[in-house]
């Protein structure tokens, strides 16, 4: 029983194991959708990775701005030696004596008032803060329409390699009929060496639509961060958004993009930072008054503790004059000095001070270094200013270009739909009288490229359309999606 048991559960865990498997085999399979490779790319990619390090730099030195505010604390400890001669306790007598001194000390300082440039110093911080955020959105933007046009250029790839499989197929079914017709004498033999050439010409057609497929995988994986091996199918929505031409002119785009896109805040905000440094600057101008205080003690190895005793001893003091050979017996004065170390901690507590001080500093004349760093300063305003007015004007470029795009792809789709429809039709024509022998092979390969070329025309016209009506909704703030 208890065998049978132990069978059961390993079975079990077997069956588990490969389902799991399975599970995640399936799961790594999954096709990529355009916002799978958004996210990852945003996850992965080296220089975004950077710019986020770098906001993250603007942030520490935001917070240390803040703390530069505050009080410091300092402790200090000297340990010396002195070997030879030194002056005894600091007096005239010189004595040869090796000693040692320990002096520790604890010290604060704080501004009381530095011109304003410790508040303003905080202010740059937080706004180069902000920029660097804004830097970054800039960066996941600008990956964003990369990775979207890699991967529309994939599904059009994609798509050519199966127009070119159709084309195949039809030569082939051409080939089958012209070689019957030739056996029985209906056609020449030149119309089968046509058509076979036709076929091997749609072959070498499809293998470069396949090339021109992994090149664009490549592109797609790079801009991802992601071995090519590791890129599975991507996803070909099962209906595309229809897309319409965007509503408003190219100036209502601009400026709806003006208030939103990152890099135009992000270039405002430069701006303030450039102004803010002109106000740290002019606080060299003006005077600093800060606080200090601090507690001290010393000890020294060479100081030394004198105590006087005074003792009275009966010693002869003199005779007496009516007779001196008597002498005169009285109590005598006598000092004892005895010299003690003097103990560590005793001097620790006997030496201990305080201090507490204002500082004043005004400054006179600082080789005009304060005033030209000020003239710098504006200078760099007015760099930050062009900047932006740069910023603004690439911005404004981007969208020009990009809705002149748009509607230039809109005719170019609407155009091609019109010749696909005329091809289609007179293919049909074409093939029909291909059948019944009122046309030369001749004729009908010509009216075949013109039709897989107006197939062709007509995707990539699509494909081209799509991705320009996507990249000015961008514009206007619509997220970058193929589906619903």
Known sequence: MIKLIKRGVYVLGFTLFILFSCLSVLAQQKPWTLTDCIAYAWKNNVVLNQQKLTSETTKVNMDQARTNRLPNLNFTDAQTFNFGNTFYQGGSQLVSQNTNSNTPALNSTVVLFGGGKYINLVKEAKLNYEAGKL??????????LAVTAAYVLVLFEFEAIITAQHQIEADSV????????????????????????????????????????????????????????????????????TVADVAGTADEIYKVAESNFPEIKSAALRVSVSQTDVEVNRAALMPT??????LSTEYYSGLTHITQQTLYQNQTIGYLQSNPAETVIGPVPVTDVSTQHYPFFTQFKNN??????????????????ARNN??????????????????????????EQAYTDQLAASKNYVATNEQLVAEKRAYADMQLKLRVGLTSVTNFLIEENNYYKAVLANLQ???????????VEFYTGTPLTLTR
Request: charged share 20%; no cysteine.
């Open 135 to 144: 830097d970054v959105e800039t960066q996941k933007n600008n990956l964003a």
């Open 174 to 241: 051409v080939a089958v009929r012209t070689a019957k017709y030739v056996e029985v004498g209906q056609s020449p033999e030149d119309s089968l060496y046509q058509i076979q050439a036709q076929l091997a010409a749609t072959r070498v057609a499809k293998v470069v639509a396949e090339n021109q497929l992994q090149l664009a995988r490549l592109q797609l994986a790079q801009l991802m961060e992601l071995p090519l091996s590791s890129l599975g199918d991507v996803e070909k929505p099962d209906e595309i958004i």
């Open 289 to 294: 008054l800060s606080l200090n205080a601090g």
């Open 352 to 369: 201990f001070s305080q201090l507490v001080s204002l500082n004043l500093t005004v400054p006179i004349f600082n080789y005009y270094r």
């Open 374 to 399: 000020i003239k710098l300063a504006k200078i760099n305003v007015e760099m930050s200013r062009l900047n932006e007015q740069a910023v603004k004007n690439t911005l404004r470029k981007n969208v």
């Open 461 to 471: 016209a699509r494909y081209e359309y799509i991705f320009k009506t996507k990249v």
